[in-house]
């Protein structure tokens, strides 16, 4: 491989290789949306392909969430990498905001959004979804769950997912979302606006803030992070034996 690339794709290769993310025959579906994560993520799996010695197929999906989008820049980027665009109409608008009037929508958006997604990549015949989750977006995903839950855990960068047969993997989890930024600066990709009505107001713009707060005192606290839920000392973790009577 050139130089092209090397200062983002190295982290990216090390989490596929470290979590075996990528295998020889995947067919891998993309979930892409307009936002520059999404768009960072097929950019980079179109790298991935030219770059690991494994041959796979790329599938990019995006599900219309209803709120009247335009995908057409969306769909020309696709085109460029050598994909075509699969989209996957559902009426997830509708029903979290129109009909349920839910007060705090994402989780349900963000299940019934993945749910789609899911679907539509069994109905193209794919073993795998890759989603654009990054390093920023485990930290924020961990202090949710504990302030919010009261419950210890982030996201996996793998997960087979058994009762679809299917498995979600996060080639971006090494990645910070400041690296993200530039690779979509630096390459022009594509960034719809989003016209999610909470979009900007949410609680993980409150952990996002909150992240940032711990990050002006502790520069390498993300790098900590990682390290932490990657080597996790079950020794000190408070697992109860039996509930008291």
């Given at each position: 491989m050139g130089n092209e690339g090397k200062w983002y794709l190295t982290k990216v290769k090390k989490a596929c290789k470290q979590?075996?993310?990528?295998?020889?025959?995947?067919?891998?579906?993309?979930?892409?949306s307009g936002g520059k994560d999404s768009s960072a993520l097929l950019y980079i799996m179109e790298q991935l392909q030219r770059h690991l010695p494994v041959d796979f197929v790329?599938?990019?999906i995006?599900?219309?969430?209803?709120?009247?989008m335009d995908m057409l820049e969306l769909e020309e980027f696709c085109r460029s990498l050598g994909y075509e665009m699969v989209t996957q109409k559902t009426q997830i608008q509708e029903i979290v905001f129109d009909i349920r009037k839910e007060k705090n929508p994402c989780s349900?958006?963000?299940?019934?959004?993945?749910?789609?997604?899911?679907?539509?990549?069994?109905e193209h015949g794919c073993n795998k979804l890759a989603l654009g989750h990054h390093l920023d977006d485990a930290t924020e995903t961990f202090f949710l769950n504990l302030l919010y839950t009261g419950k210890l855990g982030s996201f996996a960068p793998k997960l087979y997912l058994d009762r679809r047969d299917i498995t979600m993997i996060r080639p971006m989890a090494y990645l910070e979302e400041?690296?993200?930024q530039s690779v979509v600066n630096t390459k022009g990709l594509p960034q719809v606006k989003n016209k999610c009505p909470v979009?900007?107001?949410?609680?993980?713009?409150e952990m996002k803030a909150f992240v940032a707060g711990i990050e002006e005192q502790y520069p390498d606290f993300k790098d900590k992070f990682k390290s932490a839920i990657e080597n996790i000392d079950k020794s000190?973790?408070?697992?109860?034996?039996?509930e008291e009577r």
């Open positions: 979590y075996e993310m990528i295998g020889e025959g995947d067919r891998i579906a993309v979930g892409i790329v599938v990019p995006y599900v219309d969430l209803g709120f009247g349900l958006c963000a299940k019934m959004r993945k749910g789609a997604l899911v679907e539509k990549a069994k400041k690296t993200i979009d900007g107001s949410t609680k993980r713009e000190g973790i408070w697992a109860l034996i039996s």
